[in-house]
């Protein structure tokens, strides 16, 4: 089997996954609002639709639950497995 795998730009991916939402979030009179940290890398490599559908279905879910006030999405690189943490 092959994954076919590219280098996504992480500002395209999220004004692509988005830009539905803030339609859907106006419509609901909803806040949608996303969050890039600022230490997340300009981009990664995955595979595109994959990585759409994973996005697309936690916001679906998301606004399928929210009534007032609205979704937020935060963005960051995941801890890597085994390295210490701190949490306050």
């Given at each position: 089997?092959?994954?076919d795998a590219?280098?996504?730009l992480t500002s395209n991916l999220l004004?692509?996954?988005g830009r539905p939402f803030r339609h859907e979030a106006d419509n609901r009179q909803l806040s949608f609002n996303i969050n890039v940290d600022s230490n997340l890398s300009r981009s990664i490599v995955n595979r595109l639709q994959a990585?759409?559908?994973v996005l697309k279905n936690l916001a679906v879910?998301?606004?399928k639950f929210t009534a007032e006030g609205?979704?937020?999405l935060d963005v960051s690189a995941a801890v890597e497995v085994g390295a210490p943490s701190i949490q306050s």
């Open positions: 089997m092959t994954v590219e280098e996504i004004e692509t996954v990585l759409q559908q879910e998301a606004f609205g979704v937020r």
